[in-house]
């Protein structure tokens, strides 16, 4: 008789094999193994199990190399996501042992590699027998100890020495689930009190006055007021960049690379304004519109190039420019656990490049007086208070406004929130107004 589970497991064993050795996004392969998993409980220990893997996969990994007797071949990469699955759940989620280790050999028979039952049960099982003793071991080791990559590791002390320990330690938590309100339809309070109708467990943000911080992640779109546009998902860390554009009624806006939608939402949500939301990536607009939509709100969204506005931009200038730049990631790891798996040292440089570009293309469009933000959701430095240290250099009718203190650590022209710091995400942010 099969066990309870098994399935679900064997889910989890292909997804994860897609994100570890394919580079395949955590959120794809869940999205795409969702369907398959008919109840809501069976799903969320679907999520519950890519997440914990993909964020613990460098030291799990490491830990299946010491019991093993030698590597598994190329075909069998399923088993080897399984068995990291199977640890995850003992050793992260805390799974009862029999159920683990039960479900994760019936599902190495479901998964067609019925040979290596026997392999798995006995690879679990030696887990539970020798866990104190691996633990010492790959605590030894940055990489094992932390389930950071050396090149992220030796970034994250040079660039912040005497935080690096515990963003590090942040990186590995998950993050908190934050809502932000729709001003245009309901005011905060409402929507708390509309939460707590619900038995939904919900509080007011300390710092930010639309956000409602969730004690446990849930499906959103069950929420009440999900389908009436109350509210958007949004880290509070994200939540802070509109407040630097200091919009008023009229201004033309450009929101630079504006899918999935949040900012550009928030935007038209804190005033009333003319926004042209743009995005280099035609896939991704639909669920743009879709935001919207939900919302209430309007706007013109068009696809084109940020780096090459001779093909969209009609000539008109933008009182205000948001450049929420493509980035490594490095400060949402804690939401984007699989960032640690696919990012690599050397993108570094080439975003940096990217950064500069978008810079240089869109400040001819800016009027004079106009405030342009450039925002990033990374932590290194190479793509924040590098990329406007060079920007500043080069553009002489340019100058920096910092940010409040609020916004975290001084990092050259802009601040920096650190991953945890206040609940949120590691984002940096700065502000450049154009000399009349």
Not at 36 to 64: M, N, P, T
Not at 98 to 116: E, F, I, M, N, Q
Not at 320 to 346: E, V, Y
Request: with cysteine; glycine share 6%.
């Amino acid at each position: 008789m099969q066990a309870p589970g098994a399935a679900l497991r064997a889910e989890a064993a292909r997804a994860l094999a897609r994100i570890a050795y394919e580079g395949v996004s955590l959120r794809h392969a869940l999205a795409d193994a969702n369907p398959r998993i008919a109840d809501s409980r069976d799903r969320a220990l679907l999520a519950a199990s890519l997440f914990a893997a993909s964020r613990w996969w460098l030291r799990l990994d490491a830990a299946l190399d010491a019991l093993t007797e030698k590597p598994l071949p190329a075909r069998a990469r399923e088993v080897r996501a399984l068995l990291v699955v199977g640890v995850a759940q003992l050793a992260v989620l805390g799974l009862a042992d029999y159920a683990a280790v039960g479900s994760c050999v019936d599902a190495v028979r479901l998964l067609g590699h019925t040979p290596y039952a026997g392999l798995v049960n006995a690879v679990l099982r030696r887990f539970l027998r020798e866990r104190a003793m691996l633990d010492a071991r790959l605590d030894r080791e940055p990489v094992t100890h932390h389930a950071h990559p050396r090149w992220l590791i030796d970034a994250i002390r040079r660039d912040w020495p005497q935080q690096a320990e515990a963003i590090l330690e942040a990186n590995n938590h998950e993050a908190p689930l934050t809502l932000r309100v729709n001003r245009r339809r309901c005011t905060r309070d409402d929507l708390l009190g509309k939460l707590r109708d619900a038995a939904v467990d919900a509080s007011a943000h300390v710092e930010l006055p639309e956000a409602i911080v969730l004690a446990a992640s849930t499906d959103v779109t069950r929420l009440p007021g999900y389908a009436d546009g109350l509210f958007s998902v949004q880290d509070g860390a994200a939540q802070r960049v509109v407040d630097l554009l200091d919009l008023a009624a009229g201004q033309r806006v450009l929101d630079a690379c504006a899918a999935p939608g949040g900012k550009a939402a928030h935007i038209l949500e804190c005033a009333e304004v003319e926004l042209f939301a743009l995005d280099s990536d035609a896939a991704r607009l639909p669920r743009v519109r879709e935001n919207l939509a939900r919302l209430g709100l309007a706007a013109t969204v068009a696809v084109g190039d940020a780096a090459e506005p001779a093909a969209w931009w009609d000539g008109r200038p933008f009182q205000r420019i948001l450049i929420d730049a493509p980035c490594s990631a490095t400060g949402i790891i804690r939401r984007q656990p699989d960032i640690k798996l696919h990012r690599r040292g050397a993108d570094i440089a080439p975003l940096a490049v990217t950064q500069q570009k978008l810079l240089r293309a869109l400040w001819p469009l800016l009027a004079p007086g106009g405030r342009l933000v450039y925002a990033t959701c990374s932590l290194l430095r190479a793509e924040n208070e590098a990329v406007l240290a060079e920007f500043l250099a080069a553009c002489d009718d340019a100058r920096a406004l910092p940010p409040p203190e609020r916004f975290g650590h001084a990092a050259g022209a802009g601040r920096q929130n650190l991953p945890g710091e206040g609940g949120m995400d590691g984002f940096y942010y700065a502000v450049l107004e154009k000399i009349p």
